[in-house]
């Protein structure tokens, strides 16, 4: 008589769909986390881009930069 793997084999699939349903659902939420990480990354680095654009190094710069190509 051969023993009977069918159960055994139903058993551990209910137990990886129960496991992968288990983490999925701990990961609920995750991906708004990382936008807002995100989002915050780039308000951060447009802020600086603007400090930069705003010195008067940077200012003067484009300036010369501005009054050559229409002087060409």
């Not at 055994?8 to 983490?23: H, S, W």
């Not at 990382?34 to 802020?47: F, N, P, Q, S």
Request: aromatic share 2%.
């Amino acid at each position: 008589m051969e023993p009977n793997t069918g159960n055994a084999r139903t058993t551990l699939k209910a137990r990886g769909r129960a496991l992968l349903d288990r983490i999925k659902h701990e990961e609920d939420g995750a991906e708004t986390a990382e936008y807002a990480i995100v989002i915050m990354a780039a308000v951060a680095l447009a802020g600086v881009l603007v400090m930069v654009v705003q010195s008067d190094a940077v200012a003067s710069i484009i300036e010369d930069l501005v009054v050559s190509a229409f002087q060409s």
